[in-house]
């Protein structure tokens, strides 16, 4: 049983750049998640998807950042030009709509922007 | 509006001591779900343990245990018997469980260190 898979586990990239990351939820999970943590505190909400629906975006989303999710399988972050505010670990998670619907976490993609 | 506070930025404990970790909740759900997870310098967030508001008794995994007091909003985490590998952040969160309130709103987390 495989958990959340994200890729890459590091980016360092120029001002001005654009970035995708991507993230493979637990297979049978219907539910995915995108948070933002940045040093010392703890994870911020992004996105939400339910299959391949977009449901709710954080007013942390500006319109640079883009999610994904074709076919409700995997989902990609973009991010246009890039800033160095942008500089954070970013998280997915995935959860089964059922009971308690935990959310499990990958091992994330820390963004440094020079 | 959410909120999750912890107010102990770090904690030192000796191996084989238990140890409690704090957690205070601000909610005006009335039906929401409390979580603790724990982040290695790896990165990884993993899955703790699970208290719902109404639950009768308090949440058990293993060594984990959750002291919810509802009235007081507190969920405070108790690590019973710790081992070095327990040395990791660990984060409070929330989220409601209202129909459509998927996100987890999560606290600033603590930094537990298991001396030997």
């Known amino acids: 049983d495989t958990g959340v898979s994200q890729d890459p586990r590091h980016k360092i990239t120029k001002r001005g750049q654009n970035v995708t990351f991507r993230c493979d939820p637990i297979?049978?999970?219907?539910?995915l998640y995108w948070y933002r943590q940045t040093l010392g505190q703890g994870p911020e909400f992004l996105t939400y998807?339910?299959?391949?629906?977009?449901?709710?975006k954080s007013r942390l989303l500006s319109d640079r950042f883009s999610a994904e999710r074709p076919k409700g399988s995997f989902s990609t972050l973009e991010i246009q030009r890039t800033e160095q505010g942008d500089s954070a670990m970013y998280l997915c998670?995935?959860?089964?709509?059922?009971?308690?619907?935990?959310?499990?976490f990958g091992a994330g993609t820390r963004l440094s922007v020079l | 509006a959410q909120k999750i506070t912890q107010t102990q930025p770090g904690m030192f404990v000796q191996e084989k001591e238990a140890v409690t970790l704090d957690c205070t909740y601000d909610t005006s759900d009335q039906s929401y779900g409390l979580f603790w997870y724990k982040q290695p310098s790896s990165g990884e967030m993993i899955f703790l343990i699970y208290q719902g508001s109404y639950d009768e008794q308090n949440a058990t995994e293993g060594r984990y245990s959750l002291n919810f007091q509802k009235a007081r909003k507190s969920a405070n985490l108790v690590i019973s018997a710790s081992q070095l590998g327990d040395s990791a952040m660990y984060f409070c969160a929330m989220r409601g469980l209202a129909q459509g309130a998927q996100k987890l709103v999560f606290g600033q987390g603590t930094r537990l260190t298991i001396n030997p």
């Open positions: 998670a995935s959860s089964l709509n059922i009971q308690r619907d935990i959310q499990y």
């Open positions: 998807f339910q299959n391949e629906a977009q449901l709710e």
């Open positions: 297979s049978e999970h219907n539910r």
